[in-house]
C-alpha cells in the first residue's frame, strides 16, 4: 500500500496561502454563502407552502431533498465554471431527535412531518473549497395564514437558547477585530483577547439560563479551503476550534457541587484566541431538559440499520442506513468489480472531498424540471449505484454518515455501572438506561472576520428564530451588552449574505447583495 | 597498581576497562528502560492534541498491561494461594493503619506511604461518586435547574 | 640420381620437377588416397575427374540462378583450365618421351607409361587470359536485333518491325513474360541485352547454362522451357533494374509509411505509442538516415516514437495503473491528513531482521565476555616483556 503524499510546497500553497482571505476568496465565500441562503429560504418556503399556507400539496421529504440540492447544484455549476463547485452537505432535514445526517433517498418509504414536529435543515455549498454551511431549525404550526400563537415549553427554550448563542457567538468572534471594544467583565486573565475559553463559557452559560445543555458534537471552528470538518474520519492537522463533548456537562455538573475532576485525562482541549482573517464555522445544538426530573447528560448515538429498528420513537418506518457518504482519500485499494471501480472513479471526480447522496449520481441529478418522469429515472439509477456501493463501502473507501440522535443519559445509571468512570465519553454509550430527548435545536452559519474592512461577514445564518416564546430570561448583564454591541453602530461592524430570489422551480438567480 | 604517571601504566589494561564499563553501562540502560520517544505524545504533561487517540476500552477496575505474552499458565493451586495471601495482606494493611490511627506509633515507612497513595488515589473519584449519589437519591435538582422568569422571553415574528 | 614421388608413382629429374610436382593438385588428391589406402591414380584419369566435379557443380548451380556478372567469370575460370591443359599435354608429352629414354637406359621394366607430369606454369596472366577469351567469343558473335524473336531460329525469319510485336509474338509464342511492364522504360534496351546474353554470351536466360553456339542455347531454352526471365531474387532483379524506373511508387510507399507509423522489420516493437502493423515483407528503403539505435534494445525515429526490442516485450507489455492525479481539494485533504496508516510489514523480511538484530546482540555480549575472561586483573601485576 503506498501512501499519497503531497509535496512540501504544493502543501504550503493548500493549506496557508490559498486561505488568506482576499478580495477574491472573499467573494467566493460570500457566492458559497449566497447560494446556500437561497438554498436555505427555498426550503423554508417550501415547508411554509406545504405545510403551512397549504398552497401546494405536500410532498415526501425525500423529493424535498431532492429539490433543494437540484437549485444549488444548478446554482453551482453558473458560477466559478473553472473551479471545483460542490455540495459540501446534502441537504438534510432532522426531525426531532435526530441530530444529524437525516437525509432520505427517493426509494425510501415515504416520510412527511407532522404538526408540533422541529424540524432542523441543514445544507451547505463549497466555491472552489470555499465553504457556507448553514442549519436553521423550524417548527411545523397549525396550517394557517399565520402562527395562531408563540410556540411554548422546551422546545421554544431551546430555540430561543440557540438564538441568543447565535448573536452572542457572532458578537464575540467581531470582537476579535475590535479587541478594544471587549467589554471589561471579560477582559480579565486574556487581556482584550477572545479566547477558547471564554467562548465556551459564554455559550454554556446561555444554554443553562434557558435550562438546555449544548449538545456533544457541537462546534465553533475555523473553517479552511476544503477543510469544514465535512469529513469526521479525517483527522485534521493545525485544526482550531471547541468541539464539546460528554465531559463538559460533567464539569458543569461537578463544578455545580463544588468539586473539580482532577481524574479527567481525556480531554483538554488547546487554548487558542480568535484572529483577524480567520473563517469560523458555528455548529451548536442546544436541547432543552426541562422536562427530565433526574440528573443527567445529553448523549447522541449513532444508529443502523439494527439498533435504529429499537429506536423508532414514533411508528414511522424510516431507513437508518447512511444517507450520506463522503470519500475517505488515505485509503487506496484497487476494486476487483468493475462497476464498483467506475462507480469510485466518478465520485473521486464528481465529489471529490464533499460528501454526496447516492441520487447526486445519476444522469439525470440535477432535476431541470421536477417532473414524474425525471424523478422516476433517479430512482432507476440507484439500482445501478447501489451495486457498485457495497464493495467501496466495505474497503472503506468511502464512509457512510451515520444517523445521529440525541439521547437522555441519567447520572444514576452512569453510578450505577461501577465498572465505568464518570467522564469516559465513550464508555458512556454503552449504557443503555437512557432515553430520547425529543427536543432540540441547531443553528450553524459561517462568518469571515474580513481584516480588510474590519468587519465581520456572515455568510450564512440570516434567517430569524421561528415565532416562539421561552418561561426563561437571560440575565447576565455581560451577555445583554455582547449581544446589543452586535446590532450598535459603534460595535461590530456586521454585514450579512442576504438569499437571492427563487426565478421559477429550482432555478435561482445569482445576484449577490450584502446588508 | 603503579601511578598514572609512572613509566610503566598499564595503559592497555585502563582503556578496556572503561571501554568495558562504559559500555556495560549502555547496554544496561538500554535494558532497563522501553524505548521511548520524548515527544509530546508520551509525555505525560503534555496537552493533548486533537489528533491524538483516545482511548475506547471500557475501564474495568486495575488495568494490567501484558507485554508480552508467557506460556506459563496459573495453576489452580497457585492462583488459589495468591488469593489467600492478596486477603491476607489487605487484613495486614487494614490492620496496621487501625493500629496506626489509635496509637499514633510510627510504622515502617514504606507501607504507610503505600497505603497513602492508595487512599488518595480513590479520594477524587469516591468523592464524586458520593456527591452525585447524594445528589441523585436526594433528587434535590434545584441548583441544576434555572427558575422559570415571569416575564419569559418571545422571539421571532407571528407569520410564516 | 632419381627424384622420385611415391604417392604418385614418378620420377623425376632434377628437384625443381620434383618440387612443383608436389605442389600440384594431382600430388595432393594422391596423398589423400594414399591415407585412405587407396592406390593412386594416374593424371590422365584426375584430370577426367575434375572435369567431371566441375561440370556436376555447374549442373547443380542451376538452381540458384546466379548473376551474369558470376557466371562470366565462371566462364572465363573454364576457358582458363582448358588452356591450361592443352598446354600441360604438349609438355607432357615431350617429357614422356625423355623419360621413357631415362628409363631404358636405367634398365628398368616399364609396365605401365608412367607419365611425368610438370606443374604448368602461369604462363599467361589472367588479363590476358579474358582477352584472349572476348576475342574468341567475339569472332562467334551472333548478333539479334531487338526487334527480331530471341528464340525463332533465323530460319523461321520471325522479324518484327518494332520491339512491341516482337515481345507480343515471343509471349504468344514462346510465352516469354515481361515482369513489371508498367514500369519498363527502356524496353528497346532489355530486349538488346538479352539478345546479347543469347547471342553473344551463349547463356540460357534462366540458368546458367552456356552453350557452345546460338543455336545451342536456343536448343536448351526450347526444351526446358527456358524461355522466360527470371524474377524473383534480388540479384535476378538487380540485372535488369536498369532499365526500369520505379521512382513513381517510392511517394505512396512513404504516405504508406506515415499512415502506418513505424515499423522496421519484424524484429522491432512499439514502446511509445500503439502498436503499428508490420510489413516487414517487403523492402524499405533505407531509414537510418533519421533513426538513432540506443543501447541495441531501442530506436528512436525521427518522429520521436520509440521503439523497443521485442526480447524485452515482457516489460513493455506490463498494465499499470495509471498515475493517480488529485486534484486541488483531494491534494488539500491528503496534505492536512494526519492519520498515520500503518505500514504493513514484510513478515519475512522482519525476520531476518530480527535474526541480524539477536546476532549483533549476542556478538556483543561475547565479546565482553571474552574481554572479561582475558583481563588481567592481578593488582601488582609486571609484565615481564616490559621490564
Request: net charge neutral; hydrophobic share 35%; glycine share 6%.
Amino acid at each position: 500500500m503506498n501512501q499519497l503524499a503531497v509535496h512540501k510546497d504544493d502543501e504550503n500553497r493548500l493549506l496557508k496561502t490559498k486561505n488568506v482571505v482576499d478580495d477574491i476568496v472573499l467573494d467566493k465565500y460570500r457566492t458559497a454563502g449566497h447560494i446556500a441562503e437561497t438554498g436555505m429560504s427555498y426550503a423554508i418556503d417550501l415547508i411554509n407552502q406545504m405545510y403551512h399556507l397549504q398552497s401546494q400539496p405536500i410532498k415526501p421529504i425525500s423529493q424535498i431533498c431532492l429539490m433543494v440540492d437540484s437549485l444549488m447544484a444548478k446554482a453551482l455549476q453558473r458560477v466559478y465554471t473553472k473551479s471545483e463547485n460542490n455540495i459540501s452537505k446534502p441537504t438534510c432535514f432532522n426531525v426531532n431527535e435526530i441530530l444529524s445526517n437525516y437525509s432520505p433517498e427517493l426509494d425510501d418509504p415515504i416520510e412527511v412531518f407532522k404538526e408540533g414536529d422541529v424540524i432542523t435543515i441543514s445544507l451547505g455549498v463549497s466555491v472552489d473549497g470555499y465553504v457556507a454551511d448553514s442549519s436553521h431549525t423550524l417548527v411545523i404550526y397549525p396550517a394557517g395564514k399565520k402562527p395562531v400563537g408563540p410556540l411554548l415549553g422546551p422546545k421554544a427554550d431551546a430555540i430561543v437558547a440557540n438564538h441568543y448563542i447565535k448573536q452572542v457567538v457572532t458578537s464575540l468572534l467581531g470582537l476579535s477585530l475590535v479587541p478594544e471594544k471587549i467589554p471589561v467583565e471579560i477582559q480579565n486573565d486574556y487581556g482584550r483577547q477572545v479566547s477558547s475559553k471564554l467562548l465556551k463559557t459564554v455559550v454554556e452559560s446561555i444554554a443553562e439560563a434557558f435550562n438546555c445543555r449544548v449538545v456533544p458534537g457541537s462546534e465553533i471552528r475555523v473553517i479552511r479551503r476544503f477543510l469544514s470538518g465535512q469529513n469526521e474520519f479525517l483527522q485534521e492537522k493545525g485544526y482550531k476550534g471547541i468541539k464539546w463533548t460528554e465531559a463538559d456537562q460533567e464539569a458543569l455538573i461537578l463544578s455545580k457541587l463544588g468539586l473539580e475532576d482532577t481524574t479527567n485525562t481525556n480531554i483538554k482541549p488547546a487554548e487558542f484566541f480568535v484572529a483577524p482573517g480567520e473563517v469560523y464555522q458555528v455548529n451548536v445544538t442546544v436541547a432543552s431538559i426541562d422536562e427530565f426530573s433526574e440528573l443527567g447528560l445529553v448523549t447522541t448515538e449513532e444508529l443502523n440499520k439494527y439498533t435504529g429498528l429499537n429506536n423508532k420513537s414514533s411508528d414511522s418506518n424510516m431507513n437508518m442506513d447512511p444517507h450520506i457518504f463522503v470519500r475517505d482519500f488515505i485509503i487506496n485499494y484497487h476494486l476487483k468489480l468493475k462497476s464498483s471501480r467506475s462507480m469510485l472513479g466518478k465520485i473521486d471526480k464528481a465529489f471529490s472531498v464533499f460528501p454526496f447522496k447516492l441520487s447526486f449520481l445519476s444522469e439525470r441529478f440535477p432535476l431541470q424540471d421536477n417532473t414524474e418522469e425525471e424523478i422516476e429515472a433517479v430512482k432507476k439509477s440507484f439500482t445501478e449505484s447501489k451495486f457498485g456501493l457495497s464493495e467501496v463501502l466495505n474497503h472503506n473507501l468511502i464512509n457512510g454518515k451515520p444517523i445521529k440522535i440525541l439521547k437522555y443519559l441519567p447520572v444514576k445509571s452512569i453510578l450505577g455501572e461501577s465498572s465505568i468512570r464518570f467522564n469516559d465519553v465513550n464508555a458512556l454509550k454503552l449504557i443503555k438506561h437512557e432515553s430520547i430527548v425529543p427536543t432540540k435545536s441547531t443553528e450553524s452559519f459561517s462568518v469571515v472576520l474580513h481584516e480588510a474592512n474590519n468587519e465581520v461577514v456572515q455568510l450564512t445564518g440570516s434567517q430569524g428564530p421561528v415565532f416562539c416564546q421561552s418561561s426563561y430570561q437571560l440575565q447576565n448583564v455581560v451577555i445583554d451588552q455582547l449581544i446589543r454591541l452586535l446590532g450598535d453602530k459603534y460595535g461590530v461592524k456586521l454585514k450579512t449574505v442576504r438569499a437571492g430570489a427563487v426565478v421559477s422551480d429550482l432555478r435561482m438567480e445569482v445576484k449577490m447583495e450584502t446588508d | 597498581m603503579p601511578s598514572r604517571n609512572s613509566i610503566n601504566k598499564p595503559k592497555d589494561k585502563m582503556l578496556r576497562n572503561s571501554h568495558a564499563s562504559s559500555i556495560g553501562k549502555k547496554r544496561a540502560s538500554r535494558t532497563r528502560e522501553s524505548t521511548r520517544s520524548a515527544t509530546s505524545r508520551y509525555n505525560e504533561d503534555a496537552l493533548p492534541r486533537p489528533s491524538d487517540s483516545r482511548s475506547i476500552a471500557v475501564y474495568t477496575g486495575n488495568v494490567s498491561n501484558p507485554t508480552h505474552l508467557t506460556t506459563n499458565t496459573l495453576s489452580n493451586k497457585k492462583a488459589k494461594k495468591l488469593a489467600r495471601n492478596q486477603k491476607y495482606v489487605e487484613k495486614r494493611l487494614q490492620k496496621d493503619l487501625d493500629d496506626q490511627m489509635q496509637t499514633d506509633e510510627p510504622k515502617p515507612i514504606n507501607s504507610l506511604i503505600k497505603l497513602k497513595t492508595k487512599v488518595k488515589g480513590e479520594n477524587s473519584t469516591e468523592k464524586i461518586r458520593k456527591a452525585l449519589w447524594g445528589v441523585v437519591n436526594g433528587n434535590d435538582l434545584s441548583m441544576f435547574k434555572v427558575s422559570p422568569q415571569a416575564n419569559g422571553t418571545t422571539v421571532g415574528v407571528q407569520s410564516f | 640420381m632419381v627424384y622420385t614421388c611415391n604417392s604418385c608413382n614418378l620420377a623425376f629429374e632434377d628437384a625443381t620437377n620434383q618440387r612443383d610436382h608436389m605442389k600440384g593438385d594431382w600430388h595432393r588428391y594422391n596423398l589423400k588416397r594414399r591415407v585412405a589406402q587407396l592406390p593412386p591414380v594416374d593424371e590422365e584419369s584426375f584430370n577426367l575427374k575434375v572435369s567431371a566435379t566441375s561440370q556436376e557443380s555447374n549442373d547443380s548451380e542451376k538452381s540458384n540462378k546466379k548473376a551474369e556478372r558470376r557466371r562470366k567469370k565462371e566462364e572465363i575460370l573454364e576457358q582458363k583450365r582448358k588452356i591450361l591443359e592443352t598446354a600441360r599435354r604438349a609438355m607432357q608429352q615431350k617429357q614422356d618421351a625423355q623419360l621413357m629414354s631415362g628409363m631404358e637406359e636405367l634398365g628398368l621394366e616399364v609396365s605401365d607409361p608412367i607419365f611425368i607430369q610438370e606443374q604448368p606454369k602461369d604462363t599467361l596472366s589472367s588479363e590476358e587470359l579474358e582477352e584472349q577469351l572476348y576475342k574468341e567469343k567475339e569472332k562467334n558473335r551472333v548478333d539479334i536485333p531487338p526487334s527480331t524473336c530471341l528464340f525463332c531460329h533465323p530460319k523461321e525469319r520471325a522479324d518484327f518491325a518494332t520491339v512491341d510485336e516482337s515481345i507480343e509474338h515471343m509471349f504468344q509464342k514462346h510465352g516469354l513474360y515481361v515482369p513489371e511492364i508498367k514500369y519498363l522504360v527502356d524496353k528497346e534496351g532489355l530486349i538488346r541485352y538479352l539478345g546479347e546474353k543469347i547471342g553473344f554470351g551463349n547463356i540460357c536466360l534462366c540458368c546458367n547454362y552456356q552453350g557452345r553456339n546460338v543455336e545451342a542455347v536456343r536448343e536448351h531454352m526450347k526444351v526446358k522451357r527456358h524461355m522466360r526471365i527470371p524474377y524473383e531474387s534480388e540479384d535476378e532483379k538487380l540485372e535488369i533494374s536498369e532499365f526500369y524506373d520505379f521512382s513513381s511508387t517510392y511517394n505512396d510507399f512513404f504516405k504508406a509509411e506515415d499512415l502506418i507509423g513505424e515499423n522496421d522489420g519484424d524484429d522491432w516493437e512499439d514502446i511509445s505509442g500503439e502498436e503499428g502493423e508490420y510489413n516487414s515483407d517487403e523492402d524499405l528503403p533505407e531509414k537510418d538516415a533519421g533513426a538513432i539505435v540506443q543501447n541495441g534494445f531501442e530506436l528512436i525515429l525521427p518522429t520521436g516514437k520509440v521503439l523497443g526490442h521485442r526480447s524485452l516485450q515482457r516489460y513493455f507489455k506490463q498494465n499499470l495503473p495509471p498515475e493517480r492525479e488529485l486534484s486541488e481539494g483531494q491534494g488539500t485533504i491528503v496534505a492536512a491528513e494526519d492519520r498515520h496508516m500503518l505500514n504493513v510489514r514484510d513478515k519475512k523480511e522482519f525476520g531476518t531482521q530480527k535474526l541480524a538484530w539477536r546476532s549483533e546482540q549476542y556478538n556483543a555480549k561475547f565479546y565482553e565476555k571474552k574481554a572479561a575472561k582475558n583481563a588481567n586483573n592481578q593488582m601488582h601485576y609486571r609484565d615481564q616483556l616490559l621490564q
